[in-house]
């Protein structure tokens, strides 16, 4: 995230000495992403994260993707994707192409271990449950509602705060960023963004946790999870500066962009990443114009597989759609209200729906595992009843 913070406690000067109570320094940690030409923090541990006692190759990661077949509209109902296991063992993956996966979590257990992704940023959706990130940076709680967006890199564990929790996942190989279109020439969000720093929550508390004992990493990297044993609590931050953290920021802070007319699907942009983009769809006055259809036209999405998540409200354009359902608009076919919503829509004052859009700009490949909670009758929803 491009803005400055600083927690815990550092020194006057990056590089120099910065000694503990009993003289001993502390271990600096440049972590940078694009080899020291991206965004960074400058980390502090008690002890050197280098140490690694033991390494064992725990699995590789390998989604088995569908046989090609006739291109179609598709609708997974996600509600009830099997709930257990860990924030990580409870990720399923029901889509993905070389720019990122999208998956759905139900973990019901905690985390005996640390996880770090060495290979792609992560962002959160939170449906439901609450908990926090705890992690190198320091803690960061969740509630529903928030986009959590950890970076590449960082050491963290998932801390569930209720009975389970409900979350989609977006793995992104690349940095998952406000747009720069709401940024000036310093990356501050601009007036004209539907939300501004203020709305962004880096992690609340940082407590360095300077433990000896047998603890566990594990690390994505090359497509495989590799476990890590340290000797010390990987979590050992004395204090951190930089602009490379996790943070959340809810959906709800999210200030809609309304007008006369139906206003496209851009004004709803939440996040960018290399050949993808992140859309949060709020509750929102309707378009005033006298004449004005609030339900969208029909669009070719060209160039842009359309993944949307529906959390919560009525979906107005839709039908046969319920919370936690996923619906994917391949390039190639166009799309838009289903029969009888634009006539519905036409008077209405305001919706209550709440979706997070994905629009990715190469195709999406379905997971098999997903035709297990697919529709398949979505691709002939159109047909008149
Ligand atoms: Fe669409």
């Known amino acids: 995230m491009p803005h400055y913070v600083k927690m815990g406690t550092i020194p006057h000067k990056r590089h120099v000495q910065f000694r503990k109570e009993n003289g001993e320094l502390y271990y600096e940690q440049v972590m940078g992403t694009k080899g020291f030409s991206g965004i960074q923090s400058i980390i502090y541990h008690a002890h050197p994260p280098t140490q690694i006692r033991a390494a064992k190759k725990l699995k590789e990661i390998k989604y088995e993707y569908e046989a090609k077949d006739a291109l179609k509209h598709r609708h997974f109902r996600t509600w009830d994707t099997k709930a257990g296991g860990d924030f990580l063992e409870a990720r399923k993956i029901f889509m993905a192409n070389d720019d990122l996966a999208i998956g759905i979590a139900r973990p019901t257990e905690q985390m005996s271990y640390f996880y770090r992704n060495g290979e792609a940023d992560e962002m959160l959706?939170?449906?439901?449950?609450?908990?926090?990130?705890?992690?190198?940076?320091?803690?960061?709680?969740f509630v529903p509602g928030d986009y959590v967006v950890i970076p590449i890199g960082t050491t963290y564990r998932v801390v569930l705060e209720s009975?389970?929790?409900?979350?989609?996942?977006v793995e992104s190989n690349s940095a998952i960023m406000p747009?720069?279109?709401y940024r000036n020439e310093f990356g501050?969000?601009?007036?004209?963004?539907?939300?501004?720093?203020?709305?962004?929550?880096p992690p609340e508390k940082l407590e360095m946790k300077d433990e000896a004992g047998e603890f566990e990493v594990r690390v994505r990297a090359q497509g495989m999870i590799t476990s890590y044993t340290y000797d010390y609590h990987p979590l050992d931050a004395i204090g951190w500066d930089g602009y490379l953290f996790p943070y959340a920021f809810s959906i709800h802070d999210f200030e809609p962009i309304t007008g006369r007319v139906h206003q496209p699907p851009p004004v709803?942009?939440?996040f960018e990443a290399h050949n993808y983009v992140i859309c949060s769809f709020v509750p929102r006055?309707?378009?005033?114009?006298?004449?004005?259809i609030p339900a969208p036209y029909v669009h070719s999405n060209v160039e842009s597989d359309e993944v949307l998540y529906y959390a919560d409200g009525d979906f107005m354009s839709r039908r046969g759609i319920e919370e936690g359902s996923i619906t994917l608009h391949p390039s190639g076919l166009p799309h838009g209200p289903h029969p009888g919503k634009v006539e519905e829509s036409i008077g209405k004052k305001e919706t209550k729906e709440l979706a997070v859009m994905i629009d990715t700009f190469r195709p999406l490949y379905i997971v098999t595992e997903a035709h297990s909670y697919e529709d398949d009758s979505y691709m002939y929803s159109w047909l008149p009843e």
């Open 125 to 141: 959706f939170v449906h439901e449950g609450k908990g926090k990130i705890e992690s190198i940076f320091g803690e960061l709680s």
């Open 163 to 169: 009975e389970e929790a409900r979350i989609l996942i």
């Open 179 to 181: 747009p720069k279109r």
């Open 188 to 201: 501050q969000l601009l007036e004209h963004s539907p939300f501004c720093e203020r709305d962004i929550r």
């Open 268 to 270: 709803h942009q939440t």
């Open 285 to 292: 006055l309707y378009d005033y114009h006298p004449d004005a």
